[in-house]
């Protein structure tokens, strides 16, 4: 049940792209993005409510394909305080559930 | 957006001990709240929701005589690990739901070691 996430971790020299994709098992009414720092609490990045919605804002941006069950986290030109883990959050109605993560590391 | 206090940010505690967790809304009321576990490297589990005035709803596999749960007032929820074992040790998190145009303001977090 829980959605999984892909890659499970990258690296990316500063400036440069990644995409990040949540997949769930089941139909999905919301789609939440947040960031995890190492021994913090998660930090909420964006929602998406509508299938086919795309959400962005500064390089930060993502889509949510409602038919597929999936979504998408687009970083663009990376800078090093990116570093972090990204989790996807499903809302299918009645539950809510975190992915499995993705452990995001820019170097210089 | 909510914020939200979660005490104490670190606690190590004997075998056997008990630990509250406390998490407080400080700037609206919160009739639900969420309580999570973490451990190193992986995802949040979410282990109950908390419903002010209520008895709090525990996900399957979660130990509802271990892991007491207390909303007694629409600002604070707190989580009771009694009996603590060492695989209690683990970073536990509560959020609250940030109705359906905001996501979830979560707590600091506490780091709980079980020795």
């Known amino acids: 049940q829980q959605p999984v996430q892909s890659p499970q971790a990258v690296i990316l020299r500063e400036g440069e792209d990644a995409v990040i994709n949540c997949s769930s098992s089941?139909?999905?009414?919301?789609v939440h993005w947040y960031r995890q720092k190492h021994g913090e609490a998660p930090v909420f990045l964006m929602i998406l409510l509508k299938g086919g919605e795309q959400k962005g804002h500064d390089k930060i941006s993502a889509s949510f394909n409602e038919k597929k069950q999936q979504s998408s986290l687009y970083l663009t030109a990376s800078q090093l305080s990116y570093s972090g883990t990204y989790f996807c959050?499903?809302?299918?109605?009645?539950?809510?559930?975190f992915g499995t993560g993705t452990s995001l590391t820019v170097i210089p | 957006g909510a914020v939200v206090s979660q005490h104490p940010s670190r606690v190590i505690c004997k075998s056997g001990t008990s630990v509250k967790i406390e998490c407080r809304s400080l700037d609206f009321q919160a009739t639900t709240m969420f309580w999570y576990r973490q451990f190193p490297k992986k995802s949040l589990m979410l282990m109950a929701t908390?419903?002010?005035?209520?008895?709090?709803?525990?996900e399957q596999g979660v130990e509802k005589d271990k892991f007491l749960i207390n909303h007694a007032s629409l600002t604070l929820s707190t989580l009771t690990v009694t009996s603590a074992h060492p695989e209690d040790s683990s970073f536990y998190i509560c959020s609250t739901e940030g109705g359906q145009y905001y996501g979830y303001t979560f707590g600091s977090g506490t780091r709980l070691t079980v020795v």
């Open positions: 089941k139909a999905l009414y919301s």
């Open positions: 959050g499903l809302n299918t109605g009645n539950q809510f559930y």
């Open positions: 908390s419903n002010e005035g209520s008895k709090a709803t525990y």
